[in-house]
């Protein structure tokens, strides 16, 4: 089947140099657009996808792709932070100093009188990785009392929340309710995170990025073309793990 899709979207007049695939994915009900941070294009569509109507859908959102597919190959590199005392670190916007401290049993990160304190790791990794489960183990706190009242106020009821690495996607929704973010969406500002949640939320009413998707978003954001642009700003700068050795 995705052979098929592939052959119906190469038929289409893509821009020049564009580096693309196709991903026939079993929970997917629609097409999904996804442009990772190198600006590579992934279709993600139902197993049983038609390509016909595949093609006739990714050819109404060429123009606004091709944008996004050019934003993200100026954007700059992703981030790399060095593990030692005194690094930034943020969430929710307000920022954390590390402080490395010896390994005892049971030791865990945590937020100690406004230090970020991470138990000295035997690598640069298994730092990164110890705080990436500290951004996800808050965040799954913090959302579970934020997203109710959001949730009810747009008429949704996600099954639950989750927070995890989701690669190049910031949020996910999935076809049984489940709303996931990524975890370095906890370092923004509490307003970026609710936009980014909201997203997702809107999915659960409308699948795709038409013109239905961005009046919920206006419903329930009313001011989402400013949150928009202050996201498009803060995203690049989101650090998603990468450390030096």
Same mark, same amino acid.
């Not at 007049?13 to 442009?35: D, K, M």
């Given at each position: 089947?995705? @052979?098929?899709?592939q +052959?119906?979207?190469a ?5 020049e140099?564009w ?10 009900? @629609?097409?999904?657009?996804?442009? @990772?941070?190198?600006g590579?294009?992934?279709?993600? !569509?139902?197993?049983?996808a038609?390509?016909?109507?595949? *093609? @006739? *859908?990714v &050819? ?8 996004e597919?050019r +934003?993200?190959r100026?954007?700059?590199p992703?981030?790399v932070k060095?593990l030692?005392?005194g ?6 916007g307000?920022r954390? &100093?590390?402080k %490395?401290?010896? !390994?005892?049993?049971? *030791?865990?990160?945590r937020?100690?009188a406004?230090?970020l304190?991470?138990? +000295? %790791? $035997?690598?640069?990794e298994?730092? =990164? ?5 500290w951004y996800s183990?808050?965040? &799954?706190r913090w ?14 009821r996600? /099954?639950?929340?989750?927070? $995890?690495d989701?690669?190049a /996607?910031?949020?996910?929704?999935h076809? $049984?309710?489940l709303?996931?973010?990524?975890w *370095?969406v906890m +370092?923004l %500002? ?15 009413h409308?699948?795709?990025h ?7 978003? &206006?419903? =329930?954001?009313? $001011? ?9 700003e803060?995203?690049p700068?989101l650090?998603?793990?990468?450390v030096a050795?």
């Amino acid at each position: 089947m995705s @052979t098929s899709v592939q +052959q119906a979207i190469a038929m289409l007049p893509l821009p020049e140099g564009w580096i693309w695939h196709v991903e026939a994915r079993p929970r997917r009900r @629609t097409l999904g657009i996804e442009v @990772t941070p190198e600006g590579e294009v992934v279709f993600a !569509v139902p197993v049983d996808a038609e390509p016909r109507s595949v *093609a @006739t *859908a990714v &050819r109404s959102r060429l123009p606004r792709l091709a944008e996004e597919v050019r +934003q993200r190959r100026l954007r700059p590199p992703e981030p790399v932070k060095e593990l030692v005392g005194g690094s930034s670190f943020p969430y929710l916007g307000r920022r954390y &100093r590390l402080k %490395p401290v010896p !390994v005892v049993c049971g *030791a865990r990160v945590r937020l100690r009188a406004g230090w970020l304190e991470l138990p +000295q %790791p $035997d690598t640069p990794e298994a730092g =990164a990785h110890a705080l990436a489960e500290w951004y996800s183990e808050r965040g &799954r706190r913090w959302l579970a009392a934020r997203v109710s009242p959001i949730a009810l106020a747009m008429g949704v009821r996600p /099954r639950t929340i989750g927070v $995890d690495d989701l690669g190049a /996607r910031w949020g996910a929704c999935h076809p $049984d309710g489940l709303i996931e973010v990524h975890w *370095a969406v906890m +370092q923004l %500002p509490v307003p970026l995170v609710e936009f980014v949640v909201v997203h997702e939320l809107c999915h659960l009413h409308v699948p795709g990025h038409g013109e239905a998707f961005r009046r919920a978003m &206006r419903l =329930a954001l009313p $001011d989402v073309e400013e949150r928009e642009r202050w996201f498009a700003e803060e995203e690049p700068l989101l650090w998603r793990g990468r450390v030096a050795r």
